[in-house]
C-alpha cells in the first residue's frame, strides 16, 4: 500500500510541469505579452489567466463576447489568443462603462487592441446579434443581474431576457463562460444585492433553463475557507473568495 502512495505521489509530481506545458502556444504568448498593462501583470497573481483560458479552450480565429468586462483585462489576453483571424467584443452598460472608464481609454488608445473593440449597451438590447459568437464570457458579474440600485444608477435587469439575448448570440454549439463569488448553499439569488455572491446551484439552474448544457466545471478559483456571509469587498475576502467556474453549451 505504501509503494501505491509514493508512486501515485510521484505520479502528480510529475505530472505538473507537463499540465504547464500543455498550455497552448497562443494562451502563452498572450500572457507573455510584453505590450501588456502593469497592472494587469500584477492581477495575474490571483486570475490565473493561462490556466482559465486554457480550461475554456481560448483558441485562434474564435469570435468573443466579453460581457460587463468592465476595464477589459480579460478583452485584452483574449484577444491576444484569438489572434487577427479572431475578435472580441467588450460589452458594457452604462454603469460599467462609467465605473472602468480611465482603464478603457488606456487600453483601446492608439489603436492597442486590433483584434478588439468595445460597446456601450442597455440590457434589453445587448446588440449581441444572431449566432454571432463562438464563446461569450461574464467573469464575477453574473450576479449583478439580481443586484437593483436605482438611486446608483443600477436598474433592475431583466435577467430572463438577457440569458435569452446570450443564447441567441452564439452559434450552435456555442459556449458560456461564468466565473463568479460563491454565496452560501441555498441562498438562490438573494445574496446578489447584499453580498455581491450568488448560490452556485441557483446559476446552474438558472443558466440551464435558458437553452444552455453545464459542459464542466473547473475548480482553480476554489476557497473551502471563504466566508460567505461576508461583502465581497470586505477587505477579509477580497481577492480570495470562493469561486465557481462553469462551462456552458448551446443546446
Not at 498572450?30 to 498593462?37: D, K, L, M, N
Request: with cysteine.
Amino acid at each position: 500500500m505504501r509503494r501505491h502512495l509514493i508512486a501515485a505521489a510521484l505520479m502528480i509530481l510529475v505530472s505538473a510541469p507537463l499540465q504547464a506545458a500543455d498550455v497552448p502556444a497562443n494562451i502563452t504568448a498572450a500572457v507573455a505579452a510584453a505590450e501588456r498593462i502593469d497592472k494587469d501583470r500584477e492581477r495575474d497573481v490571483r486570475d490565473h489567466p493561462a490556466e482559465l483560458m486554457n480550461f475554456a479552450g481560448i483558441k485562434p480565429g474564435m469570435k468573443i463576447a466579453d460581457v460587463f468586462g468592465g476595464g477589459g483585462y480579460w478583452t485584452e489576453l483574449m484577444a491576444r489568443a484569438v489572434g487577427p483571424e479572431g475578435h472580441v467584443q467588450l460589452v458594457n452598460n452604462s454603469p460599467y462603462f462609467a465605473f472602468a472608464g480611465k482603464d478603457l481609454t488606456a487600453r483601446f488608445e492608439g489603436n492597442r487592441l486590433p483584434d478588439a473593440d468595445q460597446i456601450t449597451v442597455e440590457t434589453c438590447n445587448l446588440k449581441l446579434g444572431s449566432e454571432t459568437y463562438d464563446m461569450i464570457v461574464i467573469f464575477m458579474s453574473y450576479h449583478d443581474l439580481y443586484y437593483v440600485d436605482e438611486k446608483e444608477g443600477w436598474p433592475a435587469i431583466n435577467a430572463s431576457g438577457f440569458l435569452d439575448q446570450l443564447h441567441a448570440a452564439l452559434k450552435p454549439g456555442g459556449q458560456l463562460l461564468i466565473v463568479d463569488h460563491a454565496a452560501a448553499s441555498g441562498s438562490g439569488n438573494t445574496a446578489a444585492q447584499n453580498l455581491h455572491r450568488i448560490d452556485e446551484a441557483f446559476a446552474k439552474k438558472d443558466i440551464s433553463s435558458h437553452g444552455f448544457e453545464l459542459e464542466k466545471t473547473w475548480d482553480g478559483y476554489r476557497n473551502p475557507a471563504d466566508d460567505l456571509t461576508k461583502l465581497v469587498f470586505d477587505p477579509a475576502v477580497r481577492g480570495k473568495t470562493d469561486r465557481f467556474t462553469h462551462l456552458y453549451r448551446k443546446r
